[in-house]
């Protein structure tokens, strides 16, 4: 099995600096979308799932389902990345997407058609879940195969930078839709301003990326005839170890990000009793701290490793999120905006070293598909469900603390991993 150090060769990038540019800023689609529907659940739960008793658990058990879409599309898009490259998988993911947001903006409601407005928005999150699998991965492969080796901590955080402005985008549309109309006008036709922003926004990307240029890592790969015939055999066969550790980086970083941050505006508007629009706000503020703490995190990962400065934000994430969302039930502004904003910083901080420390647990070889198994399978679970499995808890035992404590369980079960893992930052990055 190749070892983690193997994926810190030193080959010369021969990126320019405008393809890795695209490549970061682009996944602001994919985040946009994702968080848009978590930020525009209550809203969706009475346009699309007709309102009423349980319907926002609906919401997000629909959304949770169709999330384990995202780990088929991963290895799908994958084994296009592997076996012909970056560019090219990252081209037809994005059109995909483009397609499936464009029919979310024009579907029918649930008083225009009844439970088949229901089916129909969750067959297209089906869509979305597996066109959306090898963005975020085959993007941060992309990133560390032409970042230079003492930046590669902050050039890949950059996407999870970029992402954040997407969930600042969403939650920011979504804000200013909801306060700038009538809840009937809202209910008739303003939920679909949101959904259709986000399909301009991913046809634009589709043309960006149409002027990309290759991985350098690809290229070498094609050069020496290593591109695997079968990427997903390969990955099985030669890294499960990594897959692993990969498994453990995405578990802390997707449910700090999806339950600390993209469940939160929910949170507050059922348990925190405030209002949608207040719910908004917060979470708007909070994606600025994501963008504000990422690339720091990212240059300090360059500066100091990956290995502490994962082992120190799992520590953290055990500590303080139960004592954030207690704060937030309160019903307190500020105290609601001071969990929010921590649990930002938490989850920003663990994206950021995230991107780049799963990336160099594989060899450019199946890095792609090997990303797939690992990270994109643990955000399917810790991801997808975890909105809903926090809703349900809140819901059943009144505890509004449950959805840090599903933080801390997580981040106490990967903390003796991540002090026993070896450093993967390239010698060559070392002061």
């Known amino acids: 099995m190749a070892k983690p150090e193997a994926a810190a060769s030193d080959h010369p990038p021969t990126i320019s ?28 739960s009475r ?25 088929l599309g991963a290895v799908f898009f994958g084994h296009i990345g592997d076996r012909h490259g970056r560019r090219h998988m990252l081209l037809i993911s994005v059109a ?52 230079p080796p003492h930046r590669r901590g902050l050039i890949a955080s950059s996407a999870s930078a970029a992402s954040e402005i997407g969930a600042l985008l969403a939650v920011g549309v979504s804000a200013l839709t909801v306060a700038s109309m009538s809840e009937a006008d809202l209910a008739s036709w303003g939920w679909r301003i949101p959904f259709l922003v986000g399909a301009a926004l991913a046809g634009s990307v589709w043309i960006a990326r149409s002027t990309m240029e290759e991985s350098p890592e690809f290229h070498r790969q094609q050069a020496a005839g290593t591109v695997p ?54 979470s708007t503020a ?95 679970i810790f991801g997808g469900l975890t909105p809903w499995l926090a809703q349900w808890l809140v819901e059943r035992t009144g505890w509004g603390q449950a959805p840090g404590a599903m933080i801390a369980i997580v981040g106490l079960c990967v903390l003796p991993l991540f002090l026993m893992m070896k450093e993967t930052r390239p010698v060559s990055s070392l002061p």
Not at 108 to 124: E, K, N, R
Not at 269 to 281: D, F, N, P, Q, Y
Not at 355 to 380: C, D, M, S
Request: aromatic share 10%; proline share 3%.
């Open 286 to 380: 909070a994606a600025v701290m994501v963008i504000l703490v990422t690339p720091g995190i990212g240059l300090l990962s360059d500066r100091i490793g990956r290995k502490p400065v994962l082992a120190l934000l799992a520590l953290a994430n055990i500590i303080l999120p139960i004592t954030m969302f207690s704060a937030m039930a309160s019903g307190s502004h500020v105290q609601a905006l001071l969990g929010a904003l921590m649990l930002a910083a938490l989850a920003g901080g663990v994206s950021a070293v995230g991107a780049v420390a799963t990336a160099e647990q594989f060899p450019g070889e199946g890095r792609v598909t090997g990303l797939a198994l690992g990270a994109t399978g643990a955000t399917a």
């Open 47 to 71: 346009v699309i799932f007709g309102g009423g008793s349980g319907a926002l658990l609906t919401t997000l058990g629909s959304f949770a389902i169709a999330y384990l879409m995202r780990p």
């Open 96 to 147: 995909v997407m483009t397609a499936a947001m464009l029919a979310t903006a024009l579907l029918p409601t649930h008083a225009q058609v009844g439970a088949a407005a229901s089916w129909g928005l969750f067959l297209l999150r089906c869509v979305m879940g597996f066109s959306v699998g090898g963005e975020y991965t085959g993007v941060v492969a992309y990133l560390l195969e032409g970042a």
């Open 229 to 282: 015939d079968s990427p997903l055999r390969h990955s099985l066969r030669h890294h499960r170890g990594a897959i692993g550790r990969a498994f453990a980086i995405s578990a802390l970083g997707s449910i700090t990000y999806y339950v600390g941050i993209t469940y939160v505006p929910a949170f507050l508007t059922s348990a925190g009793k405030l209002s949608e629009g207040v719910a908004l706000w917060l």
């Open 17 to 44: 600096r405008a393809s890795l540019a695209i490549a970061a800023f682009s996944t602001v689609v994919e985040w946009y979308d994702f968080t848009l529907y978590l930020y525009f659940s209550t809203v969706l």
